[in-house]
């Protein structure tokens, strides 16, 4: 469809001028006729096993305009068919804003991801319960080394109590400082390590 007959649907055009959440019956506006006269209907849709089609413009918005269709056979798009579709349109539609929403999330999080990885220096990506989201390449090694740092379910802690205190007490604080619009939420925290006194920060 994609590489051939989106060129030659007939219903694009009034698809696009349709406001979200507007359904398009293509039985209500073409003859007939166009079963035999269109190669959209006559090559591909009624090759299919179909002949008329129910589309719906889910979401117009940032450039992207997302339609769902469905196809019915020579009975058409019948009134109680109709109603059904138009039943279930906010719950079409709320499932792709969702989808939509999920998605610009999971980009922004590979993004994130991609750039925690090519610094050098061992960085992690923290919840805000302290759990460790993503890690570094670095962060890995430093954690496998075991000297100050390691994880335990997924929560990064401290191999020396007092550190392993302070620690979480920075994280904390950090965390009530975001709603207040602080910039730089930073804290340095020295660490002890596990062989000795020597601190880290």
């Known amino acids: 469809y994609v590489r051939t007959?989106?060129?030659?649907?007939?219903?694009?055009?009034?698809?696009?001028t349709y406001e979200p959440g507007e359904w398009f019956y293509d039985q209500d506006v073409f003859e007939d006729s166009i079963a035999v006269s269109n190669t959209y209907y006559r090559d591909f849709l009624i090759p299919a096993g179909g002949r008329h089609t129910a589309?719906?413009?889910?979401?117009?918005?940032?450039?992207?305009?997302?339609?769902?269709?469905?196809?019915?056979?020579?009975?058409?798009?019948?009134?109680?068919?109709?109603?059904?579709?138009?039943?279930?349109?906010?719950?079409?539609?709320?499932?792709?804003?969702?989808?939509?929403?999920?998605r610009k999330l999971t980009k922004a999080a590979f993004?994130?991801?991609e750039l925690l990885n090519r610094i050098t220096r061992p960085a992690l990506l923290l919840s805000v319960e302290g759990k460790v989201s993503h890690m570094n390449p670095a962060s890995r090694?430093?954690?496998?080394?075991?000297?100050?740092?390691?994880?335990?379910?997924?929560?990064?802690?401290?191999?020396?109590?007092k550190s392993d205190d302070a620690l979480s007490q920075a994280i904390r604080s950090m965390v009530d400082e975001l709603p207040r619009g602080n910039s730089q939420p930073r804290r340095v925290v020295r660490l002890c390590t596990r062989t000795g006194p020597e601190p880290v920060a």
């Open 55 to 102: 589309t719906v413009k889910l979401l117009d918005s940032d450039g992207e305009i997302t339609m769902l269709g469905f196809v019915a056979g020579e009975d058409g798009v019948t009134a109680s068919r109709r109603a059904l579709l138009h039943a279930i349109t906010f719950h079409l539609r709320e499932a792709a804003l969702i989808y939509q929403a999920r």
């Open 111 to 113: 993004a994130g991801a």
């Open 141 to 161: 090694q430093y954690l496998a080394d075991g000297n100050v740092l390691l994880l335990s379910n997924d929560r990064l802690i401290a191999f020396d109590a």
């Open 5 to 16: 007959y989106n060129d030659v649907d007939p219903r694009k055009a009034y698809l696009l």
